[in-house]
């Protein structure tokens, strides 16, 4: 028994250091989307604050950071990869869906060979699918001379999609395939015995059959393209994806901005997730309880009509709701305590910063006013003390963004 229980306890040990490596870095990054800070962190905590889900902020040097509903360039973005997406959805469905149908109607000496080619795209680089997606275009366009396959072949939202069906159809294929498995083609020989046609047989036998495959592949094909990088950032040419914004904004620094954007793609994915959840669950107790009610009519006995009672049992994911809530309270606890919400919070913190700032700036021009007072006047100047000239002037870090605007 003790043995048993020091595995359950490993397990458990196991399984929460799991699925905190896993959650972990997305929790951090949904708590820093509410630190007033211009840089994406928990420690130092200035204050809370909505500002990078709205407009954002001034810096107190005068750099503009947009905050998620003022950022043009996220929000074009989103809407480009949207159409990719969707674009790519509707090729790599049907695609994946006939490879499938096709391997299991040709000669068991032709499948092996025909099932290696079908994955194959997954195997190449997509650096390699990008460029060379968009070598071939090219070509194909300076081949007709201009007009409208030139624009079609010059355009980066066209090629993208091309460039992410060739890998993502072959995902679609794989679903489709694991479906087909275990699909009874009696059905298929019954149907055509009865006088259907093969087109009848198509949409209404082998396509409802499919729907749960068309709608996993569908959802697979969105969510990959929708976060593809490699192969979109070498086909989409002049235009951006969110991906490829989020990648420019990060060689130029960490908005936290960003941060909000993951929170929100998160509340979307877990309320999508939820809500399937729920769903399904309530469809299967429909579904048992007209079994049940079948079971009845067909066995009519007091055993079966009998009315069982059933416990209360507090549901599992009641722990995690419950201790989600305690570390909320305890987080606008601590935010409280120590006034770390709120307008005037925010105020202070920018003040200091423009404080600090000010102050740098008045002791680099006391560094450079006591340098020049050293070096000789006479003589040429060579490396870098031609440079020092430019601190001279006693105006020029006057009216720096608001700073040091008293005259002497």
């Known amino acids: 028994m003790k043995s048993q229980h020091a595995l359950k ?4 040990i196991y399984i929460f250091v799991f699925f905190a490596y896993l959650f972990g870095p997305l929790i951090i990054m949904s708590i820093t989307a509410f630190n007033s800070a211009e840089f994406p962190a928990v420690t130092p905590w200035e204050c809370f604050s909505w500002r990078w889900f709205t407009e954002g902020k001034v810096t107190y040097d005068g750099q503009r950071l947009a905050g998620l509903l003022a950022d043009t360039k996220l929000h074009d973005g989103i809407l480009t990869s949207l159409r990719i997406a969707l674009g790519v959805v509707a090729l790599s469905v049907p695609i994946g869906m006939a490879a499938a149908i096709v391997l299991t109607q040709v000669n068991s000496k032709l499948r092996t060979l025909f099932y290696s080619m079908a994955i194959m795209p997954v195997l190449f680089p ?6 060379s997606t968009v070598v071939l275009w090219d070509r194909i ?3 007709t001379g201009g007009g409208a396959m030139a624009d079609i072949g010059r355009n980066g939202v066209f090629l993208t999609i091309l460039a992410q069906t060739c890998f993502i159809s072959t995902y679609c294929f794989l679903i489709f395939v694991a479906r087909l498995q275990r699909f009874d083609k009696t059905q298929e020989e019954a149907a055509l015995d009865l006088g259907a046609s093969q087109t009848q047989v198509f949409f209404k036998i082998l ?3 499919l729907m749960p ?3 996993s592949s569908a959802v697979i094909a969105f969510l990959y393209s929708f976060e593809n990088y490699n192969t979109t950032v070498f086909s989409i040419l002049s235009d951006q994806t969110l991906t ?3 990648a420019s904004k990060v060689r130029l620094g960490i908005s936290p901005a960003i941060s909000a954007l993951a929170l929100v793609i998160i509340a979307i994915t877990l309320t999508a997730a939820i809500s399937y959840e729920v769903l399904k669950r309530r469809e299967e107790k429909r579904l048992a309880k007209i079994k049940q009610m079948q079971l009845h009519q067909a066995m009519p006995s007091e055993r079966l009509m009998k009315n069982q009672k059933t416990g209360s049992r ?4 009641m722990f995690l709701i419950l201790l989600i809530c305690f570390g909320v309270i305890a987080g606008g606890n601590y935010l409280a305590s120590n006034n770390l919400y709120g307008e005037k919070c925010i105020m202070a913190a920018d003040e200091a910063k423009k404080s600090n700032f000010a102050d740098q700036l008045k002791l680099l021009q006391q560094n450079v006013g006591n340098e020049g007072a050293t070096t000789p006047q006479s003589g040429p100047t060579t490396g870098s003390q ?12 006057k009216n720096f963004g608001g700073f040091d605007s008293k005259t002497e």
């Not at 306890?9 to 458990?12: A, I, K, N, P, V």
């Not at 997509?126 to 460029?131: C, T, Y």
């Not at 507090?314 to 994911?317: C, Q, R, V």
Request: charged content about 5%; cysteine-free.
């Open 244 to 246: 490829t914004v989020i």
């Open 213 to 215: 495959a068309i709608a």
């Open 141 to 143: 366009a300076s081949m």
């Open 9 to 12: 306890l490993l397990l458990s």
């Open 207 to 209: 396509m409802p059959y």
């Open 126 to 131: 997509g650096v390699v699918i990008g460029i």
């Open 386 to 397: 031609g440079f020092n000239n430019i601190f001279g002037d006693p105006n020029l870090f």
């Open 314 to 317: 507090l549901p599992k994911s």
